[in-house]
Each structure stands twice: as structure tokens, then as C-alpha cells.
């Protein structure tokens, strides 16, 4: 009642343990009939990752850009394991960070109408004075790459909640809901932001919490 399930870094970081350690962690997420959210990123196994996922598993990280992600590192074709781990119910969200977030990789998944299912900081002591800042600075650049707005809000709430078993008690506006309320303005004008490997784009619109 008080675990939502097991994460498991994988990459770089367990070089030739990576399997082993997360057939590990999905063990422990059967036994404990709870969720695996798996951080992917260079040199991870994430093929044979993809394959192992349940429905309602996570994969973070998905538009990083350092390789090994949810494209064909040859083609930046979606791998063919990415679409069937969807079809499966897997959740990949954003984890945007210092270092798991590039325009272009987001932008390419588009292209095949691949979009996150949950929209999500990273934040910690390392970007939170820059690059990530805030949630709002990171749905804003989802408006910037040309999501809607209504989607982006909606990949920000009720879907994060549903994806770790937490809705309708939190997510959403019903009534005796939790009352875990963002007020915020649409404002226009010229916005700078950087993803997680300096490329700058300018946006016409950012979120202005009120």
C-alpha cells in the first residue's frame, strides 16, 4: 500500500548486468503484483527490454536521443518492438532530466504519430535552476513541438494518475477527488527553451502559473 512498483536503471550505468538486473526487478514487480519503470538510455538492451514489458510497465527516457532508445538507431524508424510494447498497454513517458530529452528524437516519433502517454520532469537539484526548470516549461515545449494543449494537460493529470494506479483519487477535477489544483495563463510572445543537449528552439507560447 505504499510502493508503486519497481524502477530499474538500465544502460551505460550496468553495462553487462543490464538484463540480469532488470529480470530482477520485473521478478520483484510480479511477486509484489505491482508496475516496472524502466530508465533507458545509451547502451541499454532496450529490444529485449521492450519484449519483457507487461501492460501498465513504464519505459522513461523514451525520446532521449543518445541511441538505444524507442528508434532504429540506422533508420530513426520506430523499432518494431516499440509499436508491439504499446499495443501491450506499455506506458512511455518523458522523464525529461539533464541529459534524456531531444527535440529531434521527439520530433521523428512524431512522425509515425508516436506520442509520450505521460509527460514528466525529471526534476532534480541538477535542472531545477535549469534546462527542465518546471512541469510547465516542459508542457510548453510539447506545445512548441505542436501537441495541443487539451492533450499535453491531459498527459500531465489523469493519465500519470491512471499509470500508477492513483485515479480518479488524483488527476482530475471530480468531485471528491483530491484537490490538487494548477491554475495557470497561456501567454504568447517569444519563449527560449533548451532540451537536455543545449539545442534551443523558440516558442510562441509558454504556460504562466497564476
Known amino acids: ?15 553487462g548486468n543490464n538484463m540480469e538486473a532488470f529480470e530482477l526487478a520485473l521478478a520483484s514487480a510480479n511477486a509484489s503484483h505491482s508496475r516496472i519503470m524502466c530508465h533507458i538510455s545509451v547502451r541499454a538492451p532496450t529490444r529485449k527490454i521492450l519484449d519483457r514489458l507487461r501492460p ?14 524507442i528508434l532504429d538507431n540506422n533508420s530513426a524508424a520506430l523499432l518494431p518492438e516499440t509499436q508491439l510494447a504499446r499495443s501491450r498497454g506499455v506506458v512511455f513517458d518523458v522523464g525529461h532530466g539533464m541529459g534524456s530529452f531531444d527535440w529531434d528524437t521527439a520530433l521523428k516519433a512524431f512522425e509515425h504519430s508516436f506520442y509520450p502517454d505521460t509527460i514528466s520532469t525529471d526534476l532534480h537539484r541538477f535542472n531545477v535552476e535549469r534546462v527542465v526548470f518546471d512541469l510547465p516549461t516542459t508542457m ?9 494543449l487539451k492533450d499535453i494537460v491531459e498527459k500531465t493529470t489523469i ?10 483519487e488524483i488527476g482530475t477535477l471530480q468531485p471528491r477527488s483530491c484537490a490538487d489544483i494548477f491554475v495557470f495563463s497561456l501567454v504568447s510572445g517569444e519563449f527560449r527553451f533548451q532540451d537536455s543537449h543545449n539545442k534551443e528552439r523558440i516558442g510562441e507560447y509558454r504556460l504562466l502559473p497564476e
Open 140 to 148: 510548453s515545449k510539447f506545445m512548441l513541438l505542436g501537441m495541443d
Open 56 to 69: 501498465g510497465d513504464i519505459i522513461t527516457h523514451c525520446f532521449s536521443g543518445r541511441g538505444d532508445g
Open 1 to 15: 500500500d505504499i510502493a508503486l512498483g519497481v524502477k530499474i536503471r538500465c544502460g551505460l550505468m550496468a553495462l
Open 159 to 168: 493519465a500519470p494518475a491512471k499509470a500508477i494506479g492513483r485515479a480518479p
